[in-house]
């Protein structure tokens, strides 16, 4: 059972990854003189509580480190023309865990992949950025995998180090539409926990490094 989990949720996570990098492609097919960006990023992610298996108490989501990888684009720039913002591919994944109230201990992971649109506010080599991204949350339990609707919002900063190399600081908000009654973290019909509420929200904050080519 536990194989025919992992296969189940492996397919649906390559089925995501898939859907994500085709539109990214589809994007940049009519594109001409623009600049690609690639952004590695290390933040930490402050994870909501779950409801417990019986509904009579909140369970505690560890807070974790977060990786993330961002592929963005914007039209060619030059001295006397500065880029005003970008489009962004941003995939984020997250490994974490629970206890439930018997004591166990229960993995917890959440990929996440969306489309962001990024305006830059410009002041010298510092910029600040404001970012607002739809795409889809994946979510996988020791039981179950599913796939939710999901927005991102973010603001951060970025310092240039050199012509093609730029820091990145980061605060971003994802806010997915789960079901609060999906057996997403049960296992038959013993339930370890359930969605707190209607919408799951994660934050985090990252730094990464961003390399233009």
């Known amino acids: 059972m536990t194989i ?3 296969s189940a949720s492996s397919k649906r996570l390559t089925q995501f990854a898939t859907l994500a990098i085709s539109t990214f492609s589809l994007l940049l097919l009519p594109a001409q003189a623009l600049e690609i960006e690639l952004t590695p990023m290390l933040g930490y992610t402050f994870s909501p509580d779950l409801i417990s298996g019986d509904r009579t108490s909140d369970i505690s989501v560890t807070d974790e480190v977060n990786f993330s990888m961002a592929i963005a684009w914007q039209e060619a720039t030059s001295k006397q023309r500065k880029s005003q913002g970008q489009g962004q591919v941003l995939i984020n994944y997250i490994n974490r865990d629970y206890t439930d109230t018997s004591g166990a201990k229960h993995d917890f992971s959440t990929y996440y992949a969306h489309f962001n649109g990024v305006t830059f506010m410009q002041s ?13 949350a994946f979510f996988d339990t020791d039981n179950d995998s599913a796939i939710y609707p999901s927005v991102t919002a973010s603001v951060g900063t970025r310092h240039n ?3 093609n190399l730029t820091f990145i600081t980061e605060v971003r908000m994802y806010a997915s539409l789960v079901k609060d009654d999906d057996e997403l973290f049960c296992q038959a019909e013993n339930c370890s926990a359930y969605f707190n509420d209607a919408i799951w929200f994660d934050s985090n904050i990252s730094i990464g490094l961003a390399y233009r080519f």
């Open 4 to 6: 025919a989990c992992f």
């Open 124 to 136: 010298g080599n510092h910029t600040t950025t404001i970012g607002f991204g739809l795409g889809g």
């Open 161 to 163: 180090i050199s012509n």
